[in-house]
């Protein structure tokens, strides 16, 4: 039940991220009144705004004009549904614990994990990291690590500053009149490195870069990007590194470790 529960939980907390991943990269205000369509400005009532359930009742349309709706509205929610039950999974949650640690350690993974999804998604559909989704967040960590004792927080500290500052010198570099690292990636760094500490840091970038590479290639090849063209956001690829770290961190340092040793 507790299952069911966080997902729903997710999934309600998925359409907030949604104005959030929409809203912020404008410049927008989250509270903006009634939510309504963005073509034919008319009032979506409750029915409209079900979490996944009227995406698929309205077959992925606005009830109104008929406009086909963006599917990063069922992907988000979805996403923080299944990620909130991760997030219950990994923070070691038990029902019956009334401990403080019990319940801030559920809290603090629901945050760090719905801050990332708005991330991931800001940055992929408009190119930018949203400050007020960053400082938060960072600000949340630091106050984590204080109050979680089982951590020592020199070494998070030390991590977060080290990755910035190696972010801050690539967004130095400029290839082809392009930076090659924006100032949201950089602050995003940061945030990873409080997240993650040492060594988890460095598995995350390898991940982050990595995987960034390989799907640079596959767009050049298919000739969706050119050498010469756009820039690739690679927000999307720092969170998928930071998840890949909390999760996996220990698994990927001990094999490339092995490999290294070889």
Same mark, same amino acid.
């Given at each position: ?133 960053? $400082? /938060?967040? &960072?600000? !949340? #960590?630091?106050?984590?690590?204080? @109050?979680?004792?089982?951590? *020592? ?44 500490? $040492? /060594?988890? &840091?460095? !598995? #995350?970038?390898?991940?982050?870069? @990595?995987?960034?590479?390989? *799907? ?47």
């Amino acid at each position: 039940m507790e299952f069911i529960f966080i997902f729903l939980l997710g999934l309600f907390v998925g359409s907030f991220l949604n104005v959030l991943a929409d809203r912020l990269p404008k410049g927008e205000t989250v509270i903006k009144g009634r939510s309504h369509c963005e073509e034919c400005k008319k009032i979506l009532r409750w029915r409209d705004l079900i979490p996944l359930v009227s995406f698929i009742f309205l077959k992925g349309k606005c009830r109104y004009c008929h406009l086909h709706l963006s599917f990063y509205y069922p992907i988000i929610e979805l996403t923080t549904g299944l990620m909130f039950i991760l997030a219950f999974n990994i923070s070691g949650f038990k029902i019956y614990d009334l401990g403080f640690m019990n319940y801030l350690n559920l809290t603090y993974y629901i945050f760090l994990f719905s801050a990332l999804i708005v991330v991931f998604f800001a940055d992929l559909k408009y190119g930018i990291i949203p400050d007020k989704i960053i $400082f /938060p967040a &960072i600000l !949340v #960590s630091f106050l984590y690590l204080i @109050l979680n004792t089982q951590y *020592v927080m020199l070494p998070y500290l030390l991590s977060a500053i080290g990755a910035c500052l190696f972010f801050l010198l690539l967004s130095l570099i400029k290839i082809r009149k392009h930076r090659a690292m924006g100032f949201g990636d950089v602050k995003f760094a940061f945030l990873m490195g409080l997240i993650l500490g $040492f /060594p988890n &840091i460095i !598995v #995350s970038l390898y991940v982050a870069f @990595l995987t960034g590479a390989i *799907v640079g290639c596959i767009l050049i090849v298919w000739r969706k990007k050119r050498l010469s063209g756009a820039s690739i956001p690679f927000g999307p690829f720092l969170v998928i590194g930071t998840l890949a770290a909390i999760f996996y961190g220990k698994i990927i340092a001990e094999s490339f470790l092995r490999l290294a040793s070889l």
